[in-house]
């Protein structure tokens, strides 16, 4: 009997390969073509079809047996890509410019064609004109969600209004673990390496910026995930969505990646080789212990320090507060005051302060704010930056504002608000 789903993903395509079913070993379906015709029949591959993963002893890499649905449905509206990938999809011609390129970058045409990246012509914002582009294609089950466009002068964009999502999302369901990098580039690097299940942001990394939307739509994807790998860049922007990232999914399941004189796995599979990477993979370090610290977790820090001293930390935009106060993550902050002093409102201009700059989203568990909808019209105001009368109401800009302090803001509401209740609930927002 087949199974119908595996971690609660249904099972699209039970043997995407074609394999002999049931059978425990048999050919690869990424290699045996390749090989002498006296080995093409050779039974190098075993497979666990319960699992829904196989695994070659000839090639090192592991591969899926069967395809999935999308599992978990997005509660918004998005636009839906019209390209038709089959007929942007680089053939592999070893003559076609784009795979000379890709080459260049240690990627061959077999990893090109195993994910689906095309090439075709695509209006370009930065260029205002039309250009030559690589499509990287984004799928969820069998539906393409997403593309991104990169031109040849290294501009990029994604397809407008579209969902975003990690990009190689599939790749991941069936292993009790998974990379995720800040590029398609290094995707296709740690590919090449024989490591397929890796994923990588949809958008790379910001400092300002934390909104980890595309996570959001994907989080049923990590529920069985005993161990994350993050293979992020090494500049500041790199390490802070690591940061995040350990934050929004744990750090009791992620392990930290590095490669040392490079800045990612895509730079690190051209200096050293594909066996070099996936060591660095496998060498993946746990994210140090809570309330234990060694030197070495904090000698970059040290070192920043010893150059440039004290650092500014976050900031609300309000020029004279921030003169003499700034925060850094992971703080416990008190306010005080003599009663009806306004400390609640000014908490709250900080909450829209730290949205502002830094896209925070926010979670308030106040119950002297009661009822919920006089607090959300307080922060309504205050991202309005003026007072919306009832001729605003369903305009552009009470569209705007009610939508961006729906996305934003969380309230907390209990009828008995205890500790334990209130971080629990933080935690799930957390996730989420």
């Known amino acids: 009997m087949?199974?119908?789903?595996?971690?609660?993903?249904?099972?699209?395509?039970?043997?995407?390969?074609?394999?002999?079913?049931?059978?425990?070993?048999?050919?690869?379906?990424?290699?045996?073509?390749?090989?002498?015709?006296?080995?093409?029949?050779?039974?190098?591959?075993?497979?666990?079809?319960?699992?829904g993963l196989g695994t070659c002893h000839n090639c090192n890499t592991s591969f899926q047996l069967h395809t999935y649905q999308r599992k978990g449905a997005s509660e918004k509206e998005y636009v839906r890509p019209v390209d038709k990938v089959e007929d942007y999809n680089i053939t592999g011609d070893p003559e076609q410019k784009v795979v000379k390129w890709f080459k260049t970058r240690g990627i061959s045409a077999q990893t090109l064609i195993d994910l689906q990246v095309g090439e075709g012509p695509e209006y370009m914002p930065q260029t205002g004109k039309t250009e030559n582009t690589?499509?990287?294609?984004?799928?969820?089950?069998?539906q393409l969600i997403n593309v991104k466009y990169r031109d040849g002068r290294k501009n990029f964009k994604l397809y407008k209004g579209a969902e975003k999502v990690f990009y190689n999302i599939n790749s991941i369901v069936g292993y009790e673990y998974c990379i995720i990098t800040e590029g398609e580039m290094d995707v296709l690097?740690?590919?090449e390496a024989g490591i397929p299940n890796a994923i990588s942001v949809p958008n790379g990394a910001t400092l300002n910026s934390n909104n980890l939307d595309y996570l959001d739509?994907?989080?049923?994807?990590?529920?069985?995930?005993?161990?994350?790998?993050?293979?992020?860049?090494?500049?500041?922007?790199?390490?802070?969505?690591?940061?995040?990232?350990?934050?929004?999914?744990?750090?009791?399941?992620?392990?930290?990646?590095?490669?040392?004189?490079?800045?990612?796995?895509?730079?690190?599979?051209?200096?050293?080789?594909?066996?070099?990477?996936?060591?660095?993979?496998?060498q993946a370090r746990p994210v140090p212990l809570e309330n234990v610290t060694t030197f070495k977790d904090i000698?970059?820090?040290?070192?920043?320090?010893?150059?440039?001293?004290?650092?500014?930390?976050?900031?609300?935009?309000?020029?004279?507060f921030d003169n003499i106060f700034s925060t850094y993550t992971g703080q416990f902050i008190t306010v005080t005051g003599i009663p009806s002093s306004g400390k609640s409102d000014f908490v709250d201009q900080m909450v829209v302060g730290y949205?502002?700059?830094?896209?925070?989203?926010?979670a308030f568990a106040s119950p002297e704010n009661a009822p919920t909808y006089l607090h959300a019209h307080k922060l309504m105001r205050k991202t309005w930056e003026g007072m919306p009368t009832s001729e605003d109401i369903h305009g552009d800009k009470w569209n705007n504002v009610s939508s961006h302090v729906n996305d934003n803001y969380f309230f907390i509401d209990m009828e008995r608000y205890t500790l334990e209740s209130v971080l629990r609930k933080g935690a799930e927002l957390v996730k989420r």
């Open 299 to 320: 000698e970059d820090e040290v070192t920043d320090f010893v150059r440039n001293g004290f650092k500014k930390g976050y900031q609300v935009g309000l020029e004279n």
């Open 189 to 191: 690097a740690l590919h």
């Open 355 to 362: 949205n502002r700059n830094y896209g925070w989203k926010t």
């Open 217 to 282: 739509n994907c989080i049923d994807y990590f529920e069985d995930k005993e161990k994350v790998i993050l293979a992020v860049d090494s500049d500041e922007a790199g390490q802070a969505l690591q940061a995040e990232l350990v934050r929004r999914l744990g750090a009791e399941v992620c392990y930290l990646a590095s490669f040392d004189d490079c800045k990612d796995a895509n730079e690190y599979l051209i200096k050293y080789g594909k066996e070099k990477l996936s060591e660095r993979i496998t």
């Open 134 to 142: 690589i499509k990287f294609n984004y799928f969820m089950g069998d």
């Open 2 to 51: 087949q199974t119908t789903e595996i971690n609660g993903f249904l099972i699209d395509n039970f043997n995407q390969y074609n394999l002999e079913t049931g059978k425990k070993q048999g050919i690869c379906p990424l290699c045996s073509h390749t090989r002498k015709p006296k080995n093409q029949k050779a039974k190098c591959a075993s497979y666990d079809w319960e699992r």
